[in-house]
């Protein structure tokens, strides 16, 4: 069964930074389109970032220029770099991987974001 394993969430100041790791297993990683979601208490989940197969990538508005989406298909992970973190960055970050052919997609169980003075 297909694993997605988040790591790298934890408390941090305004302005500070965190690193968001995603390992992947038993799926064929380098085909699949990888993303990161979150979802604030009380909010809808909403789409972070996302980069396909090709590194193409994109961003929810609200993070560019702060956030960068990158991956290392020889170690089956996708990270997420976070910078200039602000309180409304706060959320339970969900990784997700696409695969662009058949459409099927899974979720990782979600890490911790706080951000807080």
């Known amino acids: 069964q297909v694993q997605l394993v988040e790591s790298g969430g934890g408390l941090v100041q305004p302005g500070g930074s965190l690193r968001l790791s995603c390992a992947a297993s038993?799926?064929?990683?380098?085909?699949?389109?990888m993303g990161w979601y979150r979802q604030a208490p009380g909010k809808q989940r909403e789409l972070v970032a996302t980069?396909?197969?090709?590194?193409?990538?994109n961003y929810l508005d609200a993070v560019k220029g702060r956030f960068t989406i990158s991956r290392d298909n020889a170690k089956n992970t996708v990270y997420l770099q976070m910078n200039s973190l602000e309180p409304e960055d706060a959320a339970v970050y969900y990784c997700?991987?696409?695969?662009?052919?058949?459409?099927?997609?899974?979720w990782g169980q979600g890490t911790q974001v706080t951000v807080s003075s």
């Open positions: 997700y991987a696409k695969n662009p052919v058949t459409r099927n997609d899974y």
């Open positions: 980069i396909t197969t090709g590194h193409s990538t």
């Open positions: 038993k799926l064929i990683f380098s085909i699949y389109t």
